[in-house]
């Protein structure tokens, strides 16, 4: 049985009115929509209210970039950098938007951030080698200039929450550029490894144990202290196919809903990946580097025209009558 309704009479809402709203508490949030439920009293009555961002019509996005009343860039590591910024009407206020900006923007950031179809492809081991290693073989290193820049305290240096200095062992943890530090629920850390030999989680090994587990304490250790979040309420995971060829561990806040690399078929969780490490053979290739793996590659992805010559593709019978036709 549904809880009856207070017996009063009509309730008016106005502007006016909702002035003499008192909150008790935030009831919950929405990292995924923007939006908060909180319960307070209106007019000596109990009230929820929801509060939640409009949706950007994509017509006037451009109008409301070149209209902009300030901005406060909080993470400069070009091509990469994070800002707050007012709209004319609140300039005096809390920032009513968190702009990123990519400047110069490439040809793989532009695939990356178009829409696009997107199809399962299965991994092997033989794929791996044939096709995915030639890819990763090809990039130009200077797209990873922004995470060396890290690394040997160029840029970001008054972001990092833990530096462990090693050239086998070390890494750094900071504020991912997606967080900027508003919302504990929102949490977004990233660690970046010192070493450059490990390019995804397929060249990690029995030896890299030690390395992973320094870097899940180091993390809990570091969220308790600064942030004061529990690690019983963050994920660690690792993508495969990773956003850039320099091994990195993903933090978040487990409340966070706007994140869509924690997908199955993306996201690796941390504890996984040292389990199967542990389950490895003492010598040769570990299970990490030997499986097969199934995931989401886009059809603007640099590796889908080889992936898909290679037979990788996952194609329904639809999908081959299409390409028929």
Request: overall charge negative.
């Amino acid at each position: 049985m549904s809880d009856p309704l207070p017996s009063v009479g009509p309730v008016v809402i106005t502007a006016e009115g909702l002035s003499s709203f008192t909150p008790t508490r935030k009831l919950s949030e929405s990292t995924l929509t923007g939006s908060i439920y909180v319960l307070g009293t209106l007019n000596d009555l109990p009230a929820i209210i929801h509060i939640q961002k409009t949706v950007l019509e994509s017509g006037n996005a451009a109008k409301l970039i070149n209209t902009l009343e300030k901005l406060e860039v909080f993470l400069e590591n070009q091509p990469y950098f994070s800002t707050h910024a007012w709209s004319p009407s609140t300039p005096d206020r809390s920032p009513d938007l968190q702009i990123k900006i990519i400047c110069p923007a490439t040809e793989i950031h532009i695939k990356k951030y178009s829409a696009q179809e997107r199809y399962m492809v299965c991994e092997t081991k033989e794929i791996y080698e044939t096709v995915v290693q030639d890819y990763i073989n090809g990039f130009d290193e200077s797209r990873l200039a922004w995470v060396y820049a890290i690394l040997d305290g160029k840029k970001e240096a008054d972001r990092i929450l833990y530096r462990k200095q090693d050239e086998q062992d070390g890494f750094v943890i900071l504020p991912d550029l997606k967080w900027d530090q508003t919302s504990m629920n929102a949490l977004y850390l990233t660690v970046l490894v010192q070493t450059q030999s490990i390019r995804s989680l397929r060249d990690l090994t029995k030896a890299h144990i030690p390395l992973l587990n320094s870097i899940k304490q180091a993390v809990f250790d570091t969220v308790k202290q600064k942030f004061g979040v529990g690690q019983n309420k963050l994920r660690l995971f690792v993508h495969y196919q990773p956003s850039y060829y320099h091994f990195h561990v993903h933090v978040v806040h487990i409340q966070s809903e706007s994140f869509a690399g924690m997908l199955v078929g993306q996201a690796h969780m941390l504890d996984d990946l040292i389990s199967l490490l542990e389950l490895s053979p003492p010598s040769g290739p570990s299970i990490l580097a030997q499986k097969t793996y199934t995931y989401p590659l886009g059809v603007e992805h640099g590796l889908f025209k080889g992936m898909k010559e290679a037979g990788a593709l996952i194609i329904d019978d639809v999908e081959v009558s299409k390409e028929a036709a």
